[in-house]
Structure formats: structure tokens, C-alpha cells
């Protein structure tokens, strides 16, 4: 049960475009005990399938740059096997900890992001009550 619980709420994240794969690695070392290399072969397996069905729907949506996507797949693709080819060289206790190294960098620009944004909207409503009362 709670697989399929993991599956779905992975699943979703994925399809919302924020990383369910992150979820996805986070609960199978941690409540499943998978070493690292293991956690993320499963999830580019579990990618493929959910990627495509969001490629899907925004390509029925018209929300896709045809024109970039052409351009950058190649690339994707060799960076993916890089990365596959040095993860597999890194001893699964030090992936773990540069993964995690890594979410906490993704957390804290994504703070240091929604601050600015909130700053800025802030400065906004300022200049626009000055205007209306003086």
C-alpha cells in the first residue's frame, strides 16, 4: 500500500513539473533501504513513463517550443549518460550525502527566490499606493 501511495503522490509531483523523481528517491533510501545507485536506476525508470505522459499533455495544450526541445534533447540525452556513467563511479554513501547536498541548494535558492519575488511585489504595491494617495 504504501508503494502505491509513494507511485501516486510521485507521479503527481512529476506531472506538476517539481521533481517527483526527488520524493521518489528520498522514500525508497529511507523507508525501503536501497542504496543510492539503486534508488535513482528506479527513478529514471519511473521518469520515462511519467515524462511522457506530461510531454503528452503539453503537446495537446500547445505549451511546447518545438524549436528548443529539438535543440536541446541531444544534449539532455549525453548529459544523462555523464551523469549516469559518473554516478555509478561514486560510492553510494557519497551520492546520497551530493544529493542531499544538492536538495538543500535547491531549497534555499528556491527560498532566496520566493523572498525576492515577495520584496518585489512589496516594492510594487508601495509605488502604486503612492500614486493613488498622493
Same mark, same amino acid.
Not at 26 to 42: D, K, M, R, V
Given at each position: 500500500?504504501?508503494?502505491?501511495?509513494?507511485?501516486?503522490?510521485?507521479?503527481?509531483?512529476?506531472?506538476?513539473?517539481?521533481?517527483?523523481?526527488?520524493?521518489?528517491?528520498?522514500?525508497?533510501?529511507?523507508?525501503?533501504?536501497?542504496?543510492?545507485?539503486?534508488?535513482?536506476?528506479?527513478?529514471? %525508470?519511473?521518469? *520515462?513513463?511519467?515524462?511522457?505522459?506530461?510531454? #503528452? +499533455?503539453?503537446? =495537446?495544450?500547445?505549451?511546447? !517550443? $518545438?524549436?528548443?526541445?529539438?535543440?536541446?534533447?541531444?544534449?539532455?540525452?549525453?548529459?544523462?549518460?555523464?551523469?549516469?556513467?559518473?554516478?555509478?563511479?561514486?560510492?553510494?554513501?557519497?551520492?546520497?550525502?551530493?544529493?542531499?547536498?544538492? %536538495?538543500?541548494? *535547491?531549497?534555499?535558492?528556491?527560498?532566496?527566490? #520566493? +523572498?525576492?519575488? =515577495?520584496?518585489?511585489?512589496? !516594492? $510594487?504595491?508601495?509605488?502604486?499606493?503612492?500614486?493613488?494617495?498622493?
Amino acid at each position: 500500500m504504501f508503494l502505491t501511495l509513494t507511485g501516486i503522490i510521485s507521479g503527481i509531483v512529476s506531472g506538476l513539473g517539481m521533481g517527483g523523481g526527488t520524493i521518489l528517491i528520498i522514500i525508497l533510501t529511507n523507508f525501503f533501504e536501497f542504496n543510492q545507485h539503486t534508488a535513482q536506476a528506479s527513478n529514471i %525508470l519511473f521518469f *520515462i513513463p511519467t515524462s511522457i505522459a506530461a510531454i #503528452l +499533455v503539453h503537446l =495537446k495544450a500547445k505549451d511546447l !517550443e $518545438k524549436k528548443i526541445i529539438l535543440k536541446m534533447a541531444p544534449i539532455a540525452v549525453a548529459g544523462g549518460a555523464f551523469g549516469a556513467y559518473m554516478s555509478a563511479k561514486i560510492p553510494s554513501e557519497n551520492l546520497r550525502k551530493y544529493f542531499g547536498i544538492f %536538495l538543500l541548494l *535547491i531549497g534555499m535558492y528556491e527560498i532566496v527566490k #520566493l +523572498v525576492k519575488n =515577495k520584496i518585489q511585489e512589496n !516594492e $510594487k504595491i508601495k509605488k502604486q499606493h503612492k500614486k493613488i494617495f498622493w
